[in-house]
């Protein structure tokens, strides 16, 4: 989970002034010890966590707080605010060029993500209504172009790459013009990474960049090396000179160290987040709603957005009325698990609800399942999925086979399947108040 432990602490130690009624210099500093100690925890950087909470003590002790109704609350508030003026406050958009196209360079060290985050940037750009061209300029790992090829394929973004070609700056160089010709209004540039920052690969990018002008020029960085990014972030913006940052793999940081100090320490803003291998799991990064996050209180808004840019309207119309009449089948049940699916891996999803991610941080929620049952009921005929109750024994055998489960899987879904439906049907008669809901009582 995203900033598990310095979120938790923090929850706690703030739970612990929330019900006070009254609040002493004496409670606001020990608190503020806490604090402190959570945030160097996290991997935080120690200059960022001393100005921190010095900016909150000397908030928090101002007269009009302590003597305030809810004392704790407003020191809450306060964590709050800093925190988010901590991640630069508002979030920092895309340069989009006003003269399309809008070249895009990112640069990264192997392994931080970069590929991955081309598609999955791609794929947020395409459903803002842009039309991207995603260029494969890494001539030194042939599976790198592969990948970025796949990914392209998946997004429905165009492909450019030069086979005999291993000069990545002509590789730029064309892409652009053809993304002119052929009405591109955005070119992604993927560049070759290395293992450790060298010499010869900032001129790669150096040369790339003065050859096309980028309007953006993007570093990944692995969120998991806490104050590693933070040097990286520096170090790639001394050399080529950087406009944001977006972090990867913030799922996998519970700490928190660099999404919390790459902002403070080098004055580059991230742009994105990255939350999981999918490829809508990547977020335009809110400091508010981060710092939400971080003090448990969800992020709804970016859940909302996510539905709303990732959900297929016109796919799912008429669902509503399919539910209410119990004429609901596998194939409605299969639509709307993929359109879940297209928002983000279930974890993601989980952790923007408030008070949710507390709870269910320790259930381990996998999108395999989602996964299997697609697996069994794509193995169902036309006719099973829509009238579920033909299917027999000897169907439930072949659909096992096929889908590669086991005979009492085939039964549970269809057993869930049943109790969904008939919940469906429930709601909808009790929210309609024209039947009671029956009660075995
Ligand atoms: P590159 O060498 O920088 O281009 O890195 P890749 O894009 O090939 O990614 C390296 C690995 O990190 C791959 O296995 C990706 O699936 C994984 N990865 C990338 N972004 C994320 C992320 O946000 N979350 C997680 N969990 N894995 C990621």
Redesign the pocket.
């Known amino acids: 989970m995203i900033f598990e432990g310095l979120a938790e602490k923090l929850q706690n130690t703030l739970q612990g002034l929330r019900g006070k009624g009254t609040l002493s210099e004496k409670d606001v500093d020990a608190a503020m010890r806490e604090v402190k100690l959570a945030l160097l925890e996290a991997d935080v950087n120690y200059k960022v966590v001393k100005d921190f909470v010095k900016r909150v003590k000397e908030r928090s002790i101002g007269e009009e707080v302590l003597k305030s109704l809810t004392p704790g609350q407003q020191v809450i508030k306060i964590v709050n605010d800093e925190l988010k003026e901590l991640m630069g406050g508002v979030q920092s958009k895309l340069n989009i060029s006003s003269k399309p196209p809008t070249v895009i360079l990112m640069s990264?060290l192997?392994?931080?993500?970069?590929?991955?985050?081309t598609g999955k940037l791609a794929y947020n750009l395409k459903q803002q209504g842009k039309n991207p061209m995603l260029v494969a300029c890494d001539v030194y790992r042939p599976a790198?172009v592969k990948?970025l090829e796949i990914l392209a394929d998946k997004v429905g973004a165009k492909f450019y790459s030069e086979e005999n070609n291993n000069n990545p700056v002509q590789i730029a160089t064309n892409a652009v013009a053809e993304a002119k010709t052929l009405g591109f209004d955005i070119v992604i540039i993927d560049t070759a990474?290395r293992l450790h920052i060298d010499e010869e690969l900032m001129d790669e990018l150096k040369n790339i960049k003065s050859s096309v002008k980028p309007h953006e020029i993007l570093l990944?960085v692995d969120a998991m090396t806490g104050q590693d990014a933070v040097n990286i972030v520096k170090t790639f913006d001394e050399a080529l000179g950087i406009d944001g940052v977006i972090l990867?793999?913030?799922?996998?940081d519970t700490r928190g160290g660099a999404a919390l100090s790459i902002r403070a320490v080098t004055d580059k803003a991230i742009k994105f987040s990255?939350?999981?291998?999918k490829i809508g799991?990547l977020e335009p990064f809110y400091p508010d709603r981060m710092a939400n996050r971080i003090l448990g209180m969800g992020d709804v808004l970016s859940l909302i957005e996510k539905a709303q840019s990732s959900v297929d309207m016109d796919a799912i119309k008429g669902l509503d009325s399919k539910m209410k009449n119990m004429d609901f089948n596998f194939d409605d049940f299969l639509l709307q698990m993929q359109q879940i699916k297209k928002m983000g891996s279930l974890k993601s999803l989980i952790e923007m609800i408030p008070g949710l991610s507390k709870q269910m941080k320790n259930i381990d929620v996998d999108d395999k399942e989602l996964v299997k049952i697609e697996a069994i009921i794509q193995s169902m005929t036309k006719q099973e999925r829509a009238n579920p109750s033909i299917i027999n024994g000897s169907r439930k055998l072949r659909i096992a086979k096929g889908s590669g489960m086991q005979v009492n899987q085939i039964n549970r879904l269809l057993k869930q399947f049943e109790e969904t439906r008939k919940m469906m049907k429930q709601m909808s008669n009790f929210t309609k108040g024209k039947k009671k809901m029956k009660f075995p009582f």
């Open positions: 990264g192997q392994g931080a993500g970069k590929t991955t985050t790198a990948q990474g990944v990867s793999k913030l799922d996998g990255a939350t999981g291998e799991d």
